[in-house]
């Protein structure tokens, strides 16, 4: 199973290809996340591990299309990333975009769009509440956050290429 570690900054991952806009002699590559084609070859990948990274990139929906190139048939792409609307999203100068639930499921089915072949499946959604967020029951805990912030931390998602 070949994965690799998209954006992983410190988070260096044995047996890993990890990959960061940083240069590191610990890295395999080193590249512009920002511009497309990546220099990896297609049909690559059977995991990619993305940790608090798409939310730096300047197209995440492009981002997510190039790296469905270079994933094979059926693998998995995680993100995680911080929810829109906890204060902890706020605090990197560096993001550019913030994600709710809703978010990934408008992408993955693509309703705007002419051409109507699926790329992704999602085989994951879990949003991680907060210390307060866990005072609630789940199913209230994911209806308030439209009126209340805080109470959800991060999003988990893991998306399934389909080609």
Not at 37 to 58: A, F, G, Q, V
Request: aromatic share 12%.
């Amino acid at each position: 199973m070949k994965k690799l570690n998209f954006g992983c900054g410190l988070d260096i991952k044995k047996g890993w290809d990890n990959i960061d806009i940083q240069t590191d002699e610990r890295l395999t590559n080193s590249f512009n996340f920002n511009k497309i084609p990546y220099p990896i070859k297609s049909n690559t990948y059977d995991y990619i591990y993305m940790r608090m990274i798409i939310e730096h990139l300047e197209k995440p929906d492009l981002v997510l299309h190039e790296l469905h190139r270079i994933c094979k048939e059926g693998a998995i792409i995680r993100v995680i990333t911080s929810y829109y609307n906890n204060k902890g999203s706020y605090n990197d100068m560096e993001h550019l975009h913030y994600f709710s639930d809703e978010t990934f499921k408008h992408f993955v089915n693509e309703t705007v769009r002419l051409e109507k072949k699926k790329k992704f499946e999602i085989e994951l959604l879990e949003l991680k509440p907060t210390v307060v967020g866990r005072i609630f029951p789940k199913f209230i805990r994911e209806k308030l956050p439209i009126f209340i912030g805080g109470l959800i931390g991060i999003i988990i998602v893991d998306l399934k290429v389909k080609k």
